[in-house]
């Protein structure tokens, strides 16, 4: 229901955008967030925006550099990734949350769960 793209191979400076697409479910309603986990690290925190994108919540490693937003007439929520460092290498999961705030950092509150895709930032 939640499908993730956009991941790719990019060095240290460059810009990616990732695409997450909704079906299925009125995700309209929920807030959507983005999470991510690097080579040997936990899952963390990276960005979510509120049911109607007028709130947006950022991790501070990223804040600056990343833009969360989302189109809910085509289901979508995209991350755009700017001035990317080795260290956001990671696989990025897009995730949906039934509190429509955007204000959640705890991914153990998002309901539903897209596959990853995956990010690799050379030096």
């Known amino acids: 229901q939640l499908q993730a793209s956009g991941g790719g191979l990019v060095q240290t400076g460059g810009s990616l955008t990732l695409s997450c697409a909704a079906s299925g479910r009125t995700f309209r309603n929920y807030a959507m967030g983005w999470f991510r986990r690097g080579p040997g690290k936990e899952r963390e925190f990276v960005a979510a925006i509120s049911w109607s994108g007028g709130t947006t919540n950022y991790a501070d490693s990223v804040k600056g550099r990343f833009t969360i937003f989302r189109d809910n007439a085509k289901l979508t929520v995209s991350l755009r990734m700017n001035s990317l460092k080795p260290e956001d290498t990671a696989v990025y999961y897009c995730?949906?949350?039934?509190?429509?705030?955007?204000?959640?950092?705890?991914?153990?509150?998002?309901?539903?769960w897209g596959q990853g895709t995956e990010v690799t930032v050379s030096s």
């Open positions: 995730a949906a949350d039934r509190n429509p705030s955007g204000s959640n950092r705890n991914y153990g509150v998002y309901e539903y």
